[in-house]
Structure formats: C-alpha cells, structure tokens
C-alpha cells in the first residue's frame, strides 16, 4: 500500500488519507485530511469573517467595473448550468434557424425552448412565442382549443 508523509501528524499516512491535488508533483495534498481540515477551521477562526467580506467587496467592485464581462459569464454560467450548452452551441443554433423564430418565423431576438419535464432544448423561439407555450402549460390540447376558440371567434367578427 503506498503512503505519503503528512508534517502536520509527522507520520506516514495511505494515501487514501490525502485530498487529490492535481496542481502538485505527487498528485495529493501536503496534509492529510483531518490535518487540512484542522488548519482550514483554525484559518477560518481568525481570518474567516474579513477575509469573506474583503472578497465580497471585491467581487462586487470588480462587477461594476466590468458588467460586459460580468453579464458574459454570467450567461455562459447560465447556458451551462441550466441546458448544458455553450455561446458556440446557442449560436449555431441561430445560423441553424437562419435566426428566426421556429414557430412564427420572426427574426429578432431569440430564447431557449425547452421541455420541462425532460429538461431537453427544443428550438429557439421570439419570447412572445416562448411565453405563449409557458402560458399553456406546453400542452397540445390545450393550444388546439385555444386555436379553436380563435377561429370562432374570428368568424363571428367577419
């Protein structure tokens, strides 16, 4: 069983004992779990409360004069989080759709639709067109009665 020397127990340790640290010639951590863990709480004690608000402060200074950058990660932070897409993704998307809407064909604007219960993307459509199918809770049914009730109605204002 292979082992590495943690100075903080002064002992050899398994490694099974260590954090992975890829950054490091070895590939583990100096200190052994329970000692990284022990000097992290003890950091925290004294310097956890400052050290937090300084980089708060900092971060929101850092927003303010950069909000093209802020408002780019944020949306490639969202891309990826929400629909597992990157900017090079949603944009082929566009030239794909020739920039228009999947449903109305307008060209402008376009947003991510997708299934909520599967969680998949479907198309790019305008907002209007994506919050019409929101509206009708992404039901066939519902937007055929919809366009029923419409059609009525159309031919009683004729």
Same mark, same amino acid.
């Given at each position: 069983?292979?082992?590495? $020397?943690?100075?903080?127990?002064?002992?050899?340790?398994?490694?099974?004992?260590?954090?992975?640290?890829?950054?490091?010639?070895?590939?583990?951590?100096? *200190?052994?779990?329970?000692?990284?863990? @022990?000097?992290?709480?003890?950091?925290?004690?004294? +310097? !956890? /409360?400052?050290?937090?608000?300084?980089? /708060?402060?900092?971060?929101?200074?850092?927003?303010? +004069? +950069?909000?093209?950058? *802020? &408002?780019?990660?944020?949306?490639? $932070?969202?891309?990826?989080?929400? $629909? &597992?897409?990157?900017? &090079?993704?949603?944009?082929?998307?566009?030239?794909?759709?020739?920039? /228009?809407?999947?449903?109305? !064909?307008?060209? !402008?604007? =376009?947003?991510?639709?997708?299934?909520?219960? #599967?969680?998949?993307? #479907? %198309? =790019?459509?305008?907002?209007?067109?994506?919050?019409?199918?929101?509206?009708?809770?992404? %039901?066939?049914?519902?937007?055929?009665? @919809?366009?029923? *009730?419409?059609?009525?109605? @159309? @031919?009683?204002?004729?």
């Amino acid at each position: 069983m292979e082992t590495l $020397y943690c100075p903080g127990c002064d002992r050899d340790k398994p490694v099974s004992d260590f954090h992975r640290d890829s950054s490091r010639t070895r590939g583990f951590q100096t *200190y052994c779990k329970v000692c990284h863990g @022990a000097m992290a709480a003890e950091w925290w004690k004294r +310097n !956890g /409360k400052q050290s937090y608000l300084k980089q /708060k402060k900092s971060q929101l200074a850092w927003r303010k +004069n +950069n909000p093209e950058k *802020y &408002a780019a990660r944020q949306r490639r $932070y969202h891309l990826k989080k929400k $629909y &597992a897409m990157t900017e &090079a993704d949603f944009q082929a998307r566009i030239v794909e759709q020739c920039g /228009k809407c999947a449903i109305c !064909g307008e060209v !402008g604007e =376009l947003v991510i639709d997708h299934c909520h219960a #599967r969680g998949i993307v #479907r %198309s =790019l459509l305008c907002q209007p067109c994506n919050k019409g199918l929101g509206a009708f809770r992404d %039901s066939p049914e519902y937007l055929r009665k @919809a366009s029923e *009730y419409l059609e009525r109605h @159309a @031919a009683e204002e004729k």
